[in-house]
């Protein structure tokens, strides 16, 4: 259970910048072009990844019957990768 909390606050900071990257298309506030990288490949790239891998993660300890693997942070995950999905679809 430690492995999959570490997993959810990952997730939760790349989910962070994911909402960032959707700022920054709009307005630009970020004057280094390193840190713009770094939030645009976490928010871009790494936080569809881990939070896909995080929903598979919950779905199979769901199916498993585990107790308490749907707190908050988890919710606010799958919520968050459910508007990802909807974002990039369309």
């Known amino acids: 259970m430690k492995l999959l909390l570490f997993f959810n606050r990952v997730a939760f900071v790349l989910n962070i910048l994911f909402f960032i990257c959707l700022v920054m298309r709009m307005k630009s506030f970020i004057s280094s072009q390193e840190l713009a990288s770094v939030i645009i490949i976490g928010g871009w790239f ?29 919710l606010f995950n799958l919520a968050v990768f459910i508007f990802q999905l909807l974002y990039f679809s369309i």
Not at 47 to 52: A, E, M
Not at 53 to 63: E, M, Q, R, S, T
């Open 46 to 74: 790494l936080s569809v990844v881990i939070n896909f891998l995080l929903a598979v993660w919950l779905i199979f300890l769901w199916l498993r019957k585990q107790e308490g693997i749907f707190n908050r942070l988890s």
